[in-house]
């Protein structure tokens, strides 16, 4: 059947009081083209919706009798008005007239409008004068963006021609005015996206390099032209014939992945999500596999990177003709290249007849800052030279990787160089490694980009270092006193460089770092400053997140494996950019203080010989003395507190701040003596940079963690740290630092004290009475986190357990819960949330006071999966 039928079967339909024959046409359609999608032929196909939407729309306006109104028009606008409808897209209509419809042509055009309803159609429609349409193209710059592709379906062609010759004419919108505004539009849409292509779930129609950027061409050159059917860029010279022919190619490429997205969904659906992304790469005949989805995704990622090459070389152009020359002088650095209002442009046509051509271009952007960017001419040529010179990688010439080291030895590269050496391909071309893992997706809720991207990202947080230094100032003078730049900058760029290789992409990485070191002839003792540093760029954020750092083993462990206050302040800088360039979303204060500590600990140790215990000593006497005099300011006596203090070990005093302490020891010795029955629940946002502490004081009770947790979870919060104290007066006292759904502090004083409230009344009720509604979000359903278990015996009779496991609602209620049922003690907890994995650290003992025994360890590794393994359900506890 081909849609000529479905057109023909439409029109024998003789009335619209026939819905359920209409209906037929509709979803018939709706599936024949899902069964003639072959993965490759979303052109024909968006075409053929498009032409059976027509006769369908026109056949129901006839059938009303609407075709003999007078000076009254169906008319497509938007994408509809192109002639192109993905499956689910939305039908854009405007019902045009001359005149305020009379009662019937209200009558009647309500009556079409409904039945398109009715007969299940996705339509967007307005009905406007040609007065009110014009009116509201001239305040919204999208009503204006769709009248630009407006086409006539049925009707009155006088009215229709009046609107588009008053649509276009310059007092509506000059081409001028037209132009800055969908600039400005394409800039904001790309901050949405974090102006990065490589996002992991991205928007088809709206990321930047994607379909929208290949529409904002059409349309700036429709308004400018006042016509536009593919060719006229070439005849005014804004594109090459092949030019124009790659981004036809690049349309058709993100026509198929949205085509195959619609099906899948079988809905509007413009998001790659992860949800999708196996069933997308199958239909499109990639398999369903992982690496079908790598293949798919990595096919998508040069797919945009071409499109936003395009797309910045048209709209520079356009800039230049539509707003008018520039009057600033133009400033010529050498035979090459000139620059004039910031933009870098060539002189002649080849600027770059050789690899070190290209890399000598970057240390010309390294050593002039006053080139912001590169002109649309001077794109074109670099495109060429890339693609002129891909037999073989860069690094393979001596000439480049002497040019190569130098620019990575200079700080400055890595502001506009660096990005025009990743947007453009270049680092791709140098270097094999990088080549690989271009556009490679990571299959989790912890990266929010591709492992380039990420990547980039992560040198340009470096940069950050040097500029903005109020910004982290122990970074700032970590990376001004080095001697060596290139050491840190190359670390990070080798840092996930072996990922997707199989086996520990550290240990591989650091194997590459030896021969690129050896190969640009860089010092042994740099090179081994930069395989450690890759070997081991996990080190410092695993052991602050998953590891007591307040344990002198711990921090001796961890001084050990450092070595050195150099190998310290460098891997503690690489691990900063590191986790903030992961995620926009992942870096808190929590993170910050967590590995501030870790750092400072580490620092003093290594001062002190690797005597941890004595740095720790150290730290118990300068707390309680800077605690003394904020309680003395607070006008809470030394006979007050002392004998608070006297019940809580050395062990209190080094994990607290003073302020916290000062805190804590005013709140407990405020209220004098608590009975069996009564609970001390309190909140500051005043004590910890890292979020809310949440104060429990009281005698000891069963499940006490668990209903904490389970009253957090119910309110959006997560407890990012849990310290359990039991008073040498048999008191428990637990301080928790809780965050809310954004990973920030609680957002004021008035809803910690709620949440604490909260907590008390769960507290004072008997049993596990609270019940957790939350639902496991959208995105974890699709993640496969199985639940490890790993048991280490500390020096004082405790087990800690290292757990992964995936991140569900009421986790860890169920855990605190499991812990009762098994007798076990709960001592300290550090929760970590990685995306969609929790990767958590209990301490705890068991009935006896003492590390578990290996018979309880298996039961509960045992227990623990059956818990956390087990499907999503509604908690009751």
């Given at each position: 059947?081909?849609?000529d ?8 339909i ?11 046409a ?10 003639h ?32 109104s ?21 039908i ?9 419809l ?21 339509i ?7 007065k ?30 009046a ?25 904001k849409r790309?901050?949405?996206f ?14 930047p ?16 032209f ?23 190619e ?29 069933q ?15 293949k798919?995704?990595?096919?998508l ?32 650095f ?97 270097l ?19 492992v ?26 970590i ?15 080798f840092?996930?460089?072996a ?60 001084a ?66 800077q ?36 805190w804590?020891?005013k ?10 029955n009564?609970?001390?629940?309190a ?26 947790a ?21 008191y428990v006292?637990?301080?928790?630092i ?5 990973a920030?502090?609680i ?16 507290l004072?009720k ?26 280490f015996d ?5 087990t ?15 855990i ?9 003690t ?7 949330t ?7 650290v ?12 290996h018979e ?8 623990l999966k ?12």
């Amino acid at each position: 059947m081909t849609i000529d039928n479905f057109v023909n079967e439409v029109k024998k339909i003789t009335s619209l009081n026939d819905l359920k024959a209409f209906k037929q046409a509709v979803e018939g359609n709706y599936a024949w083209l899902a069964q003639h999608f072959n993965g490759k032929n979303a052109d024909e196909l968006v075409l053929a919706r498009a032409k059976f939407t027509d006769e369908l729309l026109c056949h129901a306006w006839r059938l009303l009798s609407l075709d003999g109104s007078k000076h009254l028009s169906l008319c497509a606008v938007g994408g509809y008005g192109r002639g192109q409808l993905q499956p689910y897209s939305d039908i854009d209509l405007l019902i045009l007239s001359k005149k305020p419809l009379s009662n019937t042509q209200q009558d009647t055009v309500s009556q079409f409008i409904t039945f398109l309803w009715d007969i299940k159609l996705e339509i967007g429609q307005a009905v406007r004068t040609i007065k009110d349409t014009i009116q509201l193209a001239k305040e919204d710059i999208t009503i204006a963006t769709n009248l630009v592709e407006a086409r006539l379906l049925a009707g009155c062609k006088d009215t229709f021609d009046a609107l588009m010759k008053k649509a276009i004419a310059p007092r509506t919108w000059s081409s001028k005015d037209f132009f800055k505004a969908k600039l400005d539009e394409q800039i904001k849409r790309h901050h949405k996206f974090n102006d990065t292509s490589y996002n992991l779930e991205p928007n088809i129609k709206e990321n930047p390099g994607c379909l929208r950027d290949i529409q904002s061409i059409g349309w700036v050159a429709k308004k400018h032209f006042q016509e536009y059917d593919g060719t006229t860029l070439i005849g005014h010279g804004y594109f090459t014939e092949l030019e124009h022919a790659e981004l036809i190619e690049c349309r058709s490429a993100l026509w198929q992945i949205r085509f195959a997205l619609h099906i899948i969904a079988g809905r509007s659906e413009n998001r790659l999500l992860f949800d999708y992304q196996p069933q997308v790469a199958k239909l499109l005949g990639y398999g369903e596999d992982k690496p079908a989805v790598e293949k798919l995704m990595k096919h998508l990622f040069r797919i945009v990177q071409r499109v936003s090459e395009l797309n910045s070389m048209l709209l520079q152009r356009f800039s230049s003709d539509i707003l008018g020359q520039s009057r600033k002088k133009i400033y010529c650095f050498n035979q090459d290249f000139c620059v004039q209002d910031g933009k870098l442009i060539p002189q002649h046509d080849n600027c770059f007849p050789s690899p070190v051509a290209i890399l000598s271009f970057l240390e010309l952007l390294t050593k002039n800052p006053e080139i912001k960017g590169l002109d649309g001419k001077c794109i074109r040529q670099l495109r060429n030279a890339r693609r002129k010179f891909q037999s073989n990688y860069y690094h393979e010439y001596e000439d480049c990787r002497k040019k190569f080291i130098e620019l990575v030895s200079n700080p400055d590269f890595f502001d506009l160089a660096w990005d025009i050496m990743h947007l453009h391909g270049i680092l791709r071309a140098y270097l094999p490694e990088w080549d690989n893992i271009v556009g490679m997706m990571q299959f989790d809720l912890f990266h929010a980009y591709t492992v380039d991207e990420h990547t980039h990202r992560l040198v340009k947080y470096v940069r950050r270092y040097y500029l903005q230094k109020e910004e982290f100032p122990r970074c700032s003078r970590i990376v001004n006193d080095l001697d060596e730049p290139q050491v840190l900058f190359i670390a990070a760029i080798f840092h996930d460089i072996a990922k997707g290789r199989g086996g520990d992409h550290s240990k591989l990485g650091a194997k590459d770092v030896y021969a690129f070191c050896q190969q640009h002839e860089i010092s042994e003792k740099n090179t081994q400053m930069i395989a450690w540093l890759v070997e081991n760029h996990l080190l410092m954020s695993v052991v602050a997140q998953r590891r007591d750092i307040y344990d002198p083993d711990v921090v001796k462990e961890f001084a050990s494996a450092v070595k050195s206050q150099s190998h310290l302040e460098l891997l503690y800088a690489l691990t900063l950019a590191d986790i903030r360039a992961t995620n926009n979303n992942l870096w808190n204060d929590w993170k910050a203080s967590l590995l501030r500590e870790l750092y400072l600990l580490t620092h003093k140790a290594l001062d002190n010989g690797l005597q941890c215990q004595d740095t720790l000593a150290e730290r118990v006497v300068s707390h309680k003395r800077q605690a003394a005099l904020k309680l003395e300011e607070l006008q809470v006596a030394e006979s007050v507190y002392l004998p608070f203090w006297s019940q809580m070990n050395d062990d209190y005093f080094t994990r607290f701040k003073p302020e916290q302490i000062a805190w804590h020891t005013k709140t407990i010795t405020s209220i004098g003596s608590l009975s069996p029955n009564e609970v001390l629940v309190a909140a500051s946002n005043e004590t910890s940079r890292a979020g809310t502490e949440l104060l429990i004081y009281c005698h000891d009770r069963p499940a006490l963690f668990a209903q904490i947790a389970s009253v957090l979870d119910s309110r959006n919060c997560s407890i990012h740290d849990a310290q359990i104290v039991v008073t040498k007066d048999d008191y428990v006292f637990d301080s928790m630092i809780i965050l809310d759904e954004n990973a920030e502090r609680i957002s004021s004083q008035a809803r910690a004290n709620n949440i604490a409230s909260a907590v008390k009344e769960q507290l004072l009720k008997p049993g596990r009475s609270h019940s957790n509604q939350r639902r496991m979000s959208r995105q974890m359903r699709q993640l496969d986190v199985p639940t490890k278990v790993r048991f280490f015996d500390t020096q004082d009779a405790s087990t800690l357990i290292e757990l992964e496991a995936l991140d569900a609602p009421g986790l860890l209620a169920r855990i605190g819960h499991l812990f009762v049922d098994l007798n076990i003690t709960l001592k300290m907890a550090k929760i970590t949330t990685i995306g969609e994995r929790a990767e958590d650290v209990f301490i705890i003992t068991n009935a006896d006071g003492q590390a578990l025994t290996h018979e309880q360890k298996v039961l509960l590794r045992k227990q623990l999966k059956i818990k956390l393994d087990q499907p999503e359900v509604n908690t009751a506890i």
